[in-house]
C-alpha cells in the first residue's frame, strides 16, 4: 500500500519521473496514486522524494 502525507508533499513530480511502473500522475499540481496496482515496492519513490512524503507498507 502506497501512503502520501499530504502535508509533506510539495508537487514537485520526482516521484512521476522515478517510478518504473506509472504509478503517480500530477493533478492540479498535486501528485496522486493513480495506479496502485501497479507498485512493485521497489521503493524507488521513496528515495526520490525530498521530502519523505512517501511510504510503502507490506
Ligand atoms: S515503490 Fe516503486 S513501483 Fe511502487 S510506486 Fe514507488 S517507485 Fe513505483
Ligand atoms: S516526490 Fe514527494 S514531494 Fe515530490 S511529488 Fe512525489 S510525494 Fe510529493
Same mark, same amino acid.
Given at each position: 500500500?502506497? %501512503?502520501?502525507? %499530504? ?7 520526482? #516521484?512521476v519521473? &522515478? ?6 500522475? *500530477?493533478?492540479?499540481?498535486? *501528485?496522486?496514486?493513480k ?5 512493485? %515496492?521497489?521503493? &524507488? #519513490?521513496?528515495?526520490? #522524494?525530498?521530502?519523505? &512524503? ?5
Amino acid at each position: 500500500m502506497i %501512503k502520501i502525507d %499530504k502535508e509533506k508533499c510539495s508537487g514537485c513530480g520526482n #516521484c512521476v519521473e &522515478a517510478c518504473p511502473f506509472g504509478v503517480f500522475e *500530477i493533478e492540479d499540481g498535486k *501528485i496522486i496514486v493513480k495506479h496502485p496496482e501497479k507498485c512493485r %515496492k521497489c521503493r &524507488a #519513490c521513496v528515495s526520490a #522524494c525530498p521530502n519523505n &512524503a512517501i511510504e510503502i507498507e507490506d
